[in-house]
């Protein structure tokens, strides 16, 4: 009897089973299937590369994935091959393809990423210096030394150039210019309304308008966590710490002692943290996408951003409000050998790498890489580049890209055409070349475990601006848990791969 | 006979496959990596280091400052939610104008993304743009730097979350009050008993294992709160907002110091299992009795 | 049954009115959201359309100009949240099924242990998890895959399916498939014609319970897809990009996000509460 009934049951369970088999079965060919078809552009010239599909992984959106989506296309109609392009979120890229290189996964052919973390990833990308080698599609020569630097990483190449960062501050014109503002501030402050030289000077002018005008907020910065918050506080630190010589920004090349909690560091943090108070009521939830957005609006005195031209409206209108400065410095420096402030007469604006600048690198698990190379230095190009950091065709306020070619700052008619006032791009381009080829500037940490290493940082600046800790608590915690990473990856190592970096070894 | 057998273990057996499959393995893995260090594949054997990561764990400033975050955001969300999910289901039950369309309202925040409410929420709290201090100052408050201190930036993650899952337990607690026997609330009502004190002696102790149970279920989650913290700060100011998994995350598939990583998460699975276990074993035991 | 009088009812509506409204507004404020200029958003606060804010389908044009990426993550999510509500609501129903009919003993553990190691699979947090099955679902060449994920759903929606199930079959009476059996029914008969139509409230609301928990699940997403298997959660906080959040384009991926959902519950919440309501009685 009950055989009987149990044999009744089984057909259930055989169906289920059938059922979940299928399930299984129509899930497995969807996944395997491809979403959306290949398109099929035919070159008779370029057949070797007919049928080549590669992956690009790329951050998600406006400032670095959408600009180069129209010049990827042109490529794959030249060339016949498709790509298909991965956007990350920008908290996820680094994670993303060190899990992936790590994993030995094929799935990236280019990344586009940043040489701070060259440390890291050095080991899972292709040097490129062969074919750069004579190669006038790349146009090596043509690339400004500090930017080939940075993509440098023991002596090979490991990235080709679409960028090369640097933070640089930015003030209101039209306000500036304004004959009322002008009386004004030379009344109270007893100097002439200029854009800032010093950080002081930077201070006065935010606390002037913040007070005097309330249509204006003083400054605009990125200050919460998570964001770029670490890369702001460097690019201030850096005049306070540094006259251009190695090493005295991120740790003693010695024996790598943190050197992030010296009287210099937080003198710097002390002096920005006032800053917030003379800054836009809400600075503390700012990044730099914020600055971007409400800085055009004329709704800010000065900002510190990063060079990028996204930084100018959409639409190409209020042009005329943007005025470019290079990074203003403190009058003393704090040197770490004597532990004594030297005064200077000039204020020491030492100009910051902040990130270095995205590029385009190959993994060594990529089995295209030389349709993987064909791609990018035809990214990279001088003529496909001059339109990336000009924004031809992008009229988003954000883009990620900015110059780092000669031609790029020579072709002025390159940008006018790209529909930039003339005098603007002129100052823009005069800016950012006076800064990439000041004697000091000053690059990004590039050892294994940057990613880390700023993120802690990020960590403790965050938390003294917010005024939930000191700015010599916070930083004495960030030289802790700095001292704790090197012990962890090996300090030995760590300081060679250190050494290395700022070019002392 | 012998089909019965098999027909017994065919229906538990798919879900023991695959919660066997999917869960011990990396369960073991994650446990020797919590003894070690490893570099995902490549270049760096797997290299034990004893209880070395465990012991840096009693050091670390941070976890500890992550761990006391996490027991506060479980005890008050969930406690929180509790008090007002029970409130809703009660003023449900009393059968109010609306009740049907009140109660599919009152579930929509259990069914949408976390991480889209979380960006709901950034939004509404941004000091200046948001709609919360402009509240405020219609009230004559000053305006609150929500996401940039630190008691305001927690209590704009844990009102997402309250805001987010006291429709779990309104929805639970409500279905288990729809099947609560109405004599003995009659018989009570008939003796001249208030409403309060028919909720209060009757029908709250009704509620009790069902509201162990629901309170254990969302504890369990909340301890694994991930999503709404890093959407709305990050774990910023600094790190004073950060929760565990947050640090866990950050740790493991951030920085790729994957033991440690390994390491705080199991300590988090022993304080869940701490806090799961007896609360089983006391339903065990009530259901028993009862 | 209590009887209210008449300021009773109405305060308690009035209560009720008033949590209605909190658990509206975030959603308003980010509907309207969508509908701001960039410039409107960050002029302050803007609550009603037409009077505070000139409103502009600008965000919405972006979007259905790119809709290729959230149709595909929209079928990713469907796929993977659909497929994966099925299997563990079936697979777990099986189970719940199995251990209020039969009496199980595996090594130590009885049926009631066996229920409690099924949820307190619930219990593994997914940061422990996710790196091995990373690691695994390489090997098995599922990384990037529908299919990975609607696995990895399953098995982290069985446990609640399988309790929810297991609740419900316990409020149908053994007795009923007794006295089918006196009368001659076969377990066949008693698990079509009994068991899963009585439970059919019960199936409906642990489906959609497996759904939302699969439509929403951000950090398994997050590691195990690239792009192909990219969800509508993963699409949502891709708006936060190195330049800040693009507040426009996150409150529209947010409420294309959301709408499917929103909308089930308004078509079968009522469905989901009744499911509950008769599943979850003593």
Aim: proline letters at 6%; hydrophobic letters at 50%.
């Amino acid at each position: 009897m009950k055989n009987q009934r149990a044999s009744r049951i089984w057909p259930v369970l055989k169906y289920g089973a059938a059922l979940c088999g299928l399930i299984v079965l129509a899930l497995a060919l969807i996944g395997a299937g491809r979403a959306e078809p290949e398109p099929e552009v035919v070159d008779p010239e370029e057949l070797e590369l007919e049928g080549v599909q590669l992956r690009l992984g790329v951050e998600t959106g406006h400032a670095l994935g959408d600009p180069i989506k129209p010049y990827v296309e042109e490529w794959e109609e030249m060339t016949g091959a498709s790509v298909e392009i991965t956007e990350i979120p920008f908290a996820e890229i680094y994670p993303r393809f060190m899990t992936s290189f790590h994993a030995g996964t094929d799935d990236f052919d280019v990344v586009i990423i940043l040489p701070t973390w060259l440390g890291d990833m050095s080991q899972f990308l292709v040097p490129l210096d062969d074919l750069i080698e004579g190669d006038d599609m790349a146009a090596w020569d043509d690339v400004l030394p500090i930017c080939q630097d940075i993509v440098t990483w023991q002596d090979e190449t490991l990235i080709m150039p679409l960028d090369c960062d640097l933070f640089m501050s930015f003030y209101n014109r039209t306000a500036f210019l304004d004959d009322d503002h002008r009386a004004a501030f030379q009344d109270i402050y007893g100097y002439e309304l200029a854009p800032p030289e010093t950080w002081d000077q930077y201070y006065d002018i935010a606390e002037y308008f913040t007070e005097e005008d309330p249509d204006l907020y003083g400054a605009m910065e990125s200050m919460s966590r998570g964001t770029q918050t670490f890369w702001t506080g460097l690019s201030r630190m850096v005049g306070y710490v540094s006259q251009g010589e190695p090493g005295a920004l991120f740790f003693d090349p010695e024996d790598m002692t943190p050197l992030i909690n010296s009287p210099g560091h937080v003198r710097a943090l002390e002096e920005w943290v006032r800053v917030v108070d003379v800054g836009a009521p809400d600075i503390l939830e700012f990044d730099v996408g914020d600055i971007r957005e409400q800085f055009p609006l004329n709704t800010g005195a000065l900002a510190l951003d990063w060079a990028s031209i996204g930084f100018i409206p959409t639409d190409r209108e209020n042009q005329e409000l943007i005025g470019f400065n290079p990074i203003p410095g403190p009058t003393e420096v704090y040197d770490h050998d004597t532990g004594q402030w030297i005064e200077l007469d000039e204020p020491n604006r030492v100009p910051y790498m902040a990130a270095l600048g995205w590029g385009a690198a190959i993994p060594v698990t990529s089995n295209e890489q030389e349709a993987a190379w064909q791609l990018i230095r035809y990214l990279s190009s001088p003529e496909i580049s001059l339109k990336l950091v000009s924004m031809r065709d992008n009229y988003d306020p954000a883009t990620g890209y900015q110059p780092f070619r000669y031609s790029h700052f020579e072709n002025v008619d390159g940008w006018v055409e790209s529909e930039w006032d003339r005098d603007r791009a002129e100052e823009y381009l005069e800016a950012t070349f006076e800064s990439l080829t000041a004697d000091f500037v000053k690059p990004d940490l590039r050892i294994p475990g940057a990613f880390e290493y700023l993120d802690e940082l990020d960590a403790g600046l965050t938390a003294a601006l917010a005024g939930e800790m000191e700015p010599q608590e916070a930083l004495d915690e960030v030289a802790e848990r700095w001292d704790a990473i090197t012990n962890r990856k090996g300090r030995d190592v760590q300081l060679q791969m250190y050494r290395e970096s700022i070019g002392l070894d | 006979m012998q089909k019965t057998a098999l027909t017994r273990r065919t229906l538990l057996l798919p879900a023991v496959v695959i919660l066997l499959g999917l869960s011990i393995f990396p369960l073991l893995f994650s446990l020797a990596l919590s003894f070690g260090d490893w570099g995902l594949g490549r270049g760096v054997p797997y290299e034990w280091r004893g209880l070395s990561n465990y012991a840096a764990l009693l050091a670390d400033g941070r976890y500890r400052n992550a761990a006391f975050n996490t027991v506060l955001y479980v005890v008050i969300t969930v406690s929180v939610q509790y008090i007002l999910g029970l409130a809703l289901a009660w003023g449900l039950f009393l059968r109010p104008p609306g009740g049907r369309i009140f109660r599919v309202f009152f579930i929509f925040p259990m069914m949408l993304a976390p991480v889209a409410v979380g960006y709901m929420w950034r939004l509404m709290f941004q000091s200046r743009i948001g709609a919360a201090n402009f509240f405020l100052a219609a009230l004559g408050f000053e305006p609150v730097r929500w996401l940039s201190a630190r008691w305001f930036a927690m209590s704009v993650v844990m009102m997402a979350e309250i805001w987010q899952w006291t429709p779990f337990m309104f929805l639970f607690l409500y279905a288990a009050l729809m099947n609560v026997p109405t004599s003995p609330i009659d018989a009570a009502l008939v003796d001249g008993a208030s409403g309060f004190q028919v909720f209060r002696h009757i029908v709250l102790p009704m509620l009790m294992p069902i509201s162990i149970a629901v309170i254990m279920l969302r504890a369990v989650e909340a301890v694994k709160i991930l999503d709404t913290v890093y959407v709305i700060t990050h774990g910023g100011p600094g790190n004073t907002t950060e929760s565990l998994t947050m640090y866990g995350y950050n740790v493991g598939l951030q920085y790729f110091n994957l033991g440690y990583a390994a390491a705080i998460a199991y300590t988090l699975l022993l304080v869940v299992v701490a806090i799961a276990v007896p609360v089983i074993i006391f339903i065990k035991k009530e259901v028993s009795y009862t | 049954m209590i009887r209210l009088n008449s300021v009773q009812r109405w305060s308690l509506f009035v209560a009720l009115v008033l949590w209605a409204i909190f658990v509206i507004f975030p959603l308003y404020w980010m509907v309207t959201t969508t509908f701001k200029l960039r410039a409107d958003i960050y002029a302050g606060p803007a609550l009603i359309p037409w009077v505070d804010f000139a409103p502009t389908l600008e965000h919405w044009a972006r979007v259905v100009a790119r809709y290729q990426q959230v149709t595909r993550a929209m079928a990713n999510s469907a796929v993977a949240g659909l497929a994966s509500a099925a299997a563990a609501t079936f697979i777990g129903g099986m189970a719940g099924y199995g251990l209020t009919r039969f009496q199980y003993k595996l090594g130590f553990l009885r049926n009631r242990d066996i229920a409690f190691w099924i949820l307190s699979n619930r219990v593994l947090p997914p940061i422990v998890l996710v790196l091995p099955i990373f690691i695994m679902f390489r090997t098995a060449g599922l990384v990037d895959s529908r299919a990975g994920l609607a696995i990895v759903y399953t098995m982290f929606n069985l446990p609640i399916a399988a309790w929810l199930m297991l609740e419900y079959f316990k409020q149908i009476p053994i007795d009923l498939d007794e006295s089918a059996k006196v009368d001659g029914a076969s377990y066949m008969q008693i698990l079509t014609r009994i068991a899963l139509p009585l439970a059919r409230p019960g199936i409906i609301a642990t489906f959609l319970v497996c759904l939302m928990f699969a439509w929403n699940e951000f950090i398994y997403a997050l590691i195990l897809t690239f792009s192909r298997a990219q969800t509508l959660p993963l699409v949502v906080a891709g708006q936060a990009t190195q330049h800040g959040p693009q507040w426009w384009d996150i409150a529209v991926m947010a409420t294309i996000t959301i709408a499917p959902l929103l909308l089930v519950t308004i078509l079968l919440g009522n469905r989901l509460i009744a499911g509950l309501t008769a599943g979850w009685g003593q």
